[in-house]
């Protein structure tokens, strides 16, 4: 059936072909009939055979236009848009505002830091060693195995603090009280104070070095660890004034805590934030404990650790991989789509060119959508 239609409409679009080749032939006949020989008789003969014709080559016109096409080309705009719209890009630009109870990084680099916080109570796990650089002192202690100290003074000076690459630090704050939990790192740092006492934690021995230090100037205490394997090395510091931690390099963000200990469950951190995300200029705020989760971090351009009122104030600017947020089992992907990054980012172009595909679109195909025989006489 489908063998002797196609042959049919070829034919009849060989017809047609003549009619319009005859009918362009008779206008020339009508307009030299009329102009030259002012023979009106057989003018209206040679319109009426024209006007015949034409309806013909109309009628036939609308008989085989294809309106599929405007449909299928319409069907097709809003499959790529509904794609543009789902898939989401590879990486944005994201600022992040929050305050939590606790969180995990993991450097990318070295890092460094100096007057960083002044305390009165010092609590440091799983050192190798300690020693003091005063004159006159002979406090150098080297440990065969991992030790603690616990130091109190007035307004102890932790001058300067020092992680090793890759270190998985945990931070977390609480009633003035700074903890940090460090894995797979080294911790460096000087203590600067006037007056205290040196407590020495060695296999639940406690042991008192009675030696104070009563200088003129103050007197500076190093301490270094191992490498944390196993256990997590820990720092605990009792401070009085405000504190902030600036120009750390990280790859990993996270506020997670396994609570309770060692039961595979995991809660949020955060306690109220705001996050920015540049490339589509959305804004979105965190609620208390809503989750966070950042798959990944290709480039920090700031990360800054803050005290805060019973808690911690991070500051992250960067660009990351994959980021959700809200309740549990409920997260949102935020990433921006590849829609609405163009829409943002790239308005006036997308306009030019969907106007410039349109014209050329109805353009090449305006036989679909305007009548050709209007045009003619």
């Not at 307009?31 to 009426?48: M, P």
């Not at 100290?149 to 009280?177: A, E, V």
């Not at 039961?263 to 934030?273: D, R």
């Not at 305006?366 to 025989?373: A, C, H, R, V």
Request: net charge positive; proline share 2%.
């Amino acid at each position: 059936m489908k063998f002797f239609y196609d042959k049919m409409k070829k034919k009849n679009k060989s017809l047609i072909l003549k009619l319009k080749q005859e009918r362009d032939r008779r206008f020339s006949l009508a307009l030299h009939a009329f102009s030259e020989e002012n023979d009106i008789k057989n003018t209206k003969h040679h319109l009426e055979w024209i006007q015949v014709a034409s309806q013909l080559i109309s009628i036939n016109t609308y008989a085989n236009r294809n309106y599929y096409i405007p449909a299928l080309i319409t069907l097709a705009v809003i499959l790529i848009v509904g794609l543009f719209w789902t898939f989401h890009l590879q990486s944005t630009d994201i600022t992040i505002d929050l305050v939590c109870q606790e969180f995990e990084i993991n450097i990318d680099k070295d890092w460094s830091s100096s007057n960083v916080l002044s305390s009165s109570d010092i609590f440091i796990k799983s050192l190798s060693r300690f020693y003091n650089n005063a004159i006159n002192t002979d406090i150098d202690y080297v440990f065969n195995q991992p030790s603690d100290i616990h130091i109190l003074g007035n307004k102890i000076k932790l001058s300067k603090l020092f992680f090793s690459n890759r270190s998985n630090i945990t931070f977390s704050n609480n009633n003035y009280l700074l903890k940090m939990y460090v894995k797979n790192g080294i911790i460096t740092g000087n203590l600067f104070f006037h007056d205290g006492g040196i407590i020495k934690k060695r296999n639940t021995i406690i042991k008192k070095i009675d030696k104070p230090f009563k200088q003129r100037r103050p007197n500076s205490l190093i301490f270094e660890t191992d490498k944390s394997k196993e256990l997590p090395i820990e720092c605990l510091f009792r401070y009085d004034e405000k504190w902030r931690f600036e120009s750390i390099d990280i790859k990993k963000l996270s506020f997670l805590k396994e609570r309770p200990s060692n039961s595979g469950k995991f809660e949020s951190t955060i306690i109220t934030g705001n996050i920015k995300v540049m490339q589509n200029n959305s804004s979105y705020n965190i609620s208390n404990l809503d989750y966070l989760t950042i798959n990944k971090i290709f480039e920090t351009k700031r990360f800054s650790i803050i005290h805060a009122v019973n808690g911690i104030r991070i500051i992250f600017e960067g660009k990351v991989s994959g980021i959700t947020i809200g309740p549990k089992k409920f997260q949102q992907n935020i990433m921006p789509s590849y829609l609405s990054y163009f829409y943002n980012q790239q308005k006036r172009s997308i306009f030019w060119v969907s106007l410039i595909i349109v014209i050329g679109f109805i353009f090449n195909h305006k036989e679909y959508f305007f009548d050709s025989e209007k045009w003619k006489i």
